[in-house]
Nanobody, 128 residues
Framework: QGQLVESGGGFVQPGGSLTLSCTAS????????IAWFRQAPGKEREGISC???????YYASSVKGRFTISRDNSVNMFYLRMNRLKAEDTAVYYC??????????????????????WGRGTLVNVSS
């Protein structure tokens, strides 16, 4: 049974940086496309970044140029580096994976769909 666990969330001032990690266990991460989502209080879940198929990388416009997604299959982990954080980035951040080609990209774009594994989330709070 696979599992994903997020870490690295916390409190940060506007303009600061954080790196979120997603640790996968029970699966071979190399077999999966990966994604990050977030859900702010009172708002719907937002797909913010993914690496799908053959290293196709996508960023939502809200984070493009500030966030960087990466993966290290050798340690079964992937990451989200967040720079120049804003108050509106405050949210619970979730990692997710799927083996089906294109599925993470579809769901990150907001099309309703299922992803095979989700983490339980880590809170990022950007405030002064």
């Amino acid at each position: 049974q696979g599992q994903l666990v997020e870490s690295g969330g916390g409190f940060v001032q506007p303009g600061g940086s954080l790196t979120l990690s997603c640790t996968a266990s029970g699966i071979t991460l190399n077999d999966y496309d990966i994604a990050w989502f977030r859900q702010a209080p009172g708002k719907e879940r937002e797909g913010i970044s993914c690496i799908s198929e053959i290293d196709h990388t996508y960023y939502a416009s809200s984070v493009k140029g500030r966030f960087t997604i990466s993966r290290d299959n050798s340690v079964n982990m992937f990451y989200l580096r967040m720079n120049r954080l804003k108050a509106e980035d405050t949210a619970v951040y979730y990692c997710a994976v799927d083996r089906r080609p294109g599925q993470v990209l579809t769901v990150v774009h907001g099309t309703p769909g299922h992803l095979e594994l989700w983490g339980r989330g880590t809170l990022v709070n950007v405030s002064s």
